[in-house]
């Protein structure tokens, strides 16, 4: 299948393993299609490159996407989107009232969760899932539930001082093991350091999540990664997807960090190619 888009980041699915969809946006709209490991995926960058907020032509795209007019004025361009701590809106500055009653001023969970070591993150309520997949992790339990996004933003940082709050992509990809101790564990530490003023958020029923990727057996990873900022093909058979990562024989493709470019795509599934129909 041969198509032309802008791209969008992947669509993962809570299915064992993880399924994905790569998105993409054409002048008639969204498009999404399943992408899987064994299928043959090549990207050629046009060179074109559109803000995914307002579709304005550009040279050069920011924060995964936006054109600099739109990281200029949108709320969820603003810093306090990455620093949640540092929410403005009970000072009547935030860019957009709407955007932060819909997104910020609403509940929030706290979270501990293993990508590439145990990592403490937040999220809004109903988002926890897609939030764990997006950063490949393969556990992941919800420690607290706060009222707004400031204070999940708070208690991050607090827990932060003793523990990573960034998942470090290298090692997410190549760890297949999972943790190094019980996750139940390690949250039953960080709610027991919890700083009193916030204990009345603590869940006393954490649940683990767990997730598993597909990944085909025994290939050589290389941690390579491959950008869509030339005119140069890339891709392959896709060996493995995690997060938001395609894994090729010859790198990976941080495809979240290329949306907005525009590419011609070479897609043939593995259950379309000529191996697969003799089977």
């Not at 706060?146 to 090692?171: C, F, L, Q, S, Y």
Request: charged fraction near 25%; proline fraction near 5%; include cysteine.
């Amino acid at each position: 299948m041969l198509w032309t888009g802008d791209l969008r980041e992947l669509e993962p699915g809570l299915d064992t393993p993880v399924s994905y969809r790569l998105r993409y946006a054409t002048a008639e709209g969204p498009c999404s299609v399943p992408v899987s490991i064994g299928d043959t995926l090549f990207f050629r960058p046009t060179g074109e490159r559109r803000c995914i907020a307002c579709g304005r032509r550009v040279k050069k795209l920011y924060q995964n996407g936006y054109c600099f007019p739109c990281v200029q004025t949108l709320a969820e361009c603003d810093l306090c989107i990455v620093k949640p701590h540092e929410c403005h809106f009970h000072l009547g500055t935030c860019r957009d009232d709407d955007f932060a009653r819909v997104h910020c001023m609403v509940p929030h969970y706290v979270y501990i969760a293993w990508s590439s070591g145990f990592k403490v993150g937040i999220t809004r309520k109903g988002r926890e899932l897609r939030r764990w997949m997006d950063q490949g992790a393969s556990e992941a339990a919800v420690i607290a539930e706060v009222p707004d996004r400031k204070t999940a933003g708070e208690i991050e940082v607090h827990i932060a001082r003793g523990m990573a709050d960034k998942t470090n992509w290298r090692k997410m990809l190549a760890d297949e093991s999972g943790p190094d101790r019980p996750l139940l564990e390690v949250v039953q530490e960080v709610q027991a350091a919890m700083d009193d003023a916030y204990r009345g958020y603590l869940v006393s029923d954490v649940k683990v999540q767990r997730f598993t990727y597909p990944r085909q057996a025994e290939f050589a990873l290389r941690l390579t990664a491959l950008g869509l900022g030339s005119d140069e093909p890339i891709g392959g058979v896709v060996r493995a997807i995690k997060g938001q990562y395609l894994v090729f024989d010859s790198g990976v493709l941080n495809v979240k960090r290329w949306a907005g470019h525009e590419v011609v795509a070479d897609h043939v599934s593995a259950s379309c190619s000529p191996a697969a129909r003799a089977n």
